[in-house]
């Protein structure tokens, strides 16, 4: 825990630095592959800083993020299983030192894209769900990449750019909101949403 603490204020000092916004960039990047801290904490950061930049802040850390999310997709595709249909090495290394990939949670994964493919990868996206788990995940399963980009722009587009917004909208005053109830908005929305479409599939 420690540790994640120290990478936290590692990540927030980018914001005090003329290379804040490369750092966005490469944070939102490297957090759809293997990074453990998400974007929004630098984004948030750098917004209050210059509010008027808000969404700009946001479109670098989406096209980020969804660069990332492609570099995942290519990871699982190409370097994930072996031609023998092991685990490489790489592989490996991740469910041992990455945070947030585990075998179980592989397991189930698999289950989810065949039942609701853009679903997973929206929610993924959009809420505090470990996204790097599923870019990978995509590739390895072969999940159609027009989707796939379809279904990462659209969230990570929607929750940066709402975070972007409520600090353009509100300034200062909302920062703490933000950091200690969006992930329990986004979980919300998310089930409002998923909810809905269930009754439209199965009920109506």
Do not use: Q
């Not at 000092?13 to 630098?42: N, R």
């Amino acid at each position: 825990m420690n540790g994640l603490k120290k990478i936290y204020d590692w990540v927030l000092k980018w914001a005090e630095t003329p290379y804040g916004i490369y750092a966005l960039f490469i944070l939102a990047f490297s957090e759809s592959v293997f990074f453990p801290i998400p974007p929004d904490v630098l984004l948030i950061a750098l917004a209050m800083g210059s509010t008027v930049k808000s969404f700009r802040y946001a479109a670098i850390c989406t096209i980020g993020s969804v660069s990332g999310a492609f570099m995942g997709y290519a990871i699982g595709h190409l370097v994930w299983i072996s031609s023998d249909g092991e685990l490489t090495g790489f592989a490996n290394f991740f469910f041992n030192n990455i945070p947030g990939f585990s075998f179980s949670l592989f397991n189930g994964i698999k289950a989810l894209y065949t039942e609701w493919d853009f679903w997973v990868i929206f929610t993924a996206g959009f809420t505090p769900i470990p996204y790097k788990v599923f870019t990978v995940t995509s590739g390895i399963f072969d999940i159609n990449p027009v989707m796939f980009l379809v279904a990462s722009f659209i969230s990570r587009g929607a929750r940066f750019y709402l975070v972007a917004w409520l600090i353009w909208r509100y300034g200062p005053d909302i920062k703490r909101y933000i950091e200690k109830y969006f992930n329990l908005f986004a979980f919300g929305f998310m089930i409002i949403l998923i909810g809905s479409f269930v009754i439209v599939k199965y009920l109506i």
